[in-house]
């Protein structure tokens, strides 16, 4: 059963518009939430994170919205460029007592492809 | 600081074969990770550590074993290499539990 559900497998954007990438969870134990971008032949790299005690949380081009009601989280990146094109996976935090630490639990992923 | 190192890029293992992939952190992070993914999947957690000495299961252990010698290094061990094993593994360190992870550039293990 997925706990963490990114339902569009790839988007496609006109460069300078906004990208908007969707994410839903069904776990209420979850309490912070992360995106991370991965290249080609790379590893996914941190872009931006938020507490669940948050709704907002912003960085330059990108912005996370938290909805805890709704379990649900989306990236925003304006204006979109060319680089941003990658694989954007969600994935969200909960600490796990059996195992004694916090667990990240990932989407499958959104290929994002911005056009020139 | 090189931040989390792999090695090898590609192997091509037979059934049965058995191999260790490499993982090193030079950001004095505690924690270490290792994770897998599989084509058109998200990362899934195989083991984990909290320090030298201290490792812990994930979310899909099984054929799979690690161990925490120093904080640097998180080899992880498969035995009896299966074709379901075929996936690309990455490893990844944080300096705390609920820290951002750092991910290494991947492992890409064909199982034949």
């Known amino acids: 059963d997925q706990q963490v559900k990114q339902n569009s497998p790839s988007l496609s954007v006109q460069e300078g518009r906004i990208s908007i990438l969707n994410c839903d969870y069904t776990?209420?134990?979850?309490?912070?939430f992360l995106w991370y971008k991965k290249y080609p032949a790379e590893g996914p790299t941190f872009l931006i994170s938020?507490?669940?005690?948050?709704d907002k949380n912003e960085d330059g081009r990108f912005t996370v919205f938290l909805n805890k009601s709704a379990k649900h989280l989306s990236l925003h990146i304006v204006p979109s460029q060319p680089g941003d094109s990658a694989v954007y996976f969600c994935?969200?935090?909960?600490?796990?007592?059996?195992?004694?630490?916090?667990?990240?639990?990932f989407g499958k992923g959104t290929k994002l492809s911005v056009i020139p | 600081n090189a931040g989390v190192t792999q090695t090898p890029k590609f192997r091509i293992l037979k059934i049965g074969q058995s191999m260790t992939l490499q993982c090193a952190q030079d950001?004095?992070?505690?924690?270490m990770y290792w994770y897998r993914q599989d084509p058109g999947m998200g990362l899934k957690l195989i083991y984990y550590?909290?320090?030298?000495?201290?490792?812990d299961k994930g979310e899909v252990p099984n054929g799979y074993n690690v161990s925490r010698s120093t904080t640097e290094d998180f080899p992880l061990r498969l035995e009896l290499a299966a074709p379901s094993q075929t996936s690309v593994y990455f490893c990844?360190?944080?300096?705390?539990?609920?820290?951002?992870?750092?991910f290494g550039p991947g492992t890409r293990l064909l199982v034949l």
């Open positions: 990844a360190s944080s300096i705390g539990p609920e820290e951002t992870q750092y």
């Open positions: 776990n209420s134990m979850f309490d912070y």
């Open positions: 938020i507490s669940s005690i948050k």
């Open positions: 994935a969200a935090s909960a600490y796990h007592s059996g195992a004694g630490s916090y667990q990240l639990t």
């Open positions: 950001m004095n992070h505690n924690y």
């Open positions: 550590s909290v320090g030298a000495g201290i490792t």
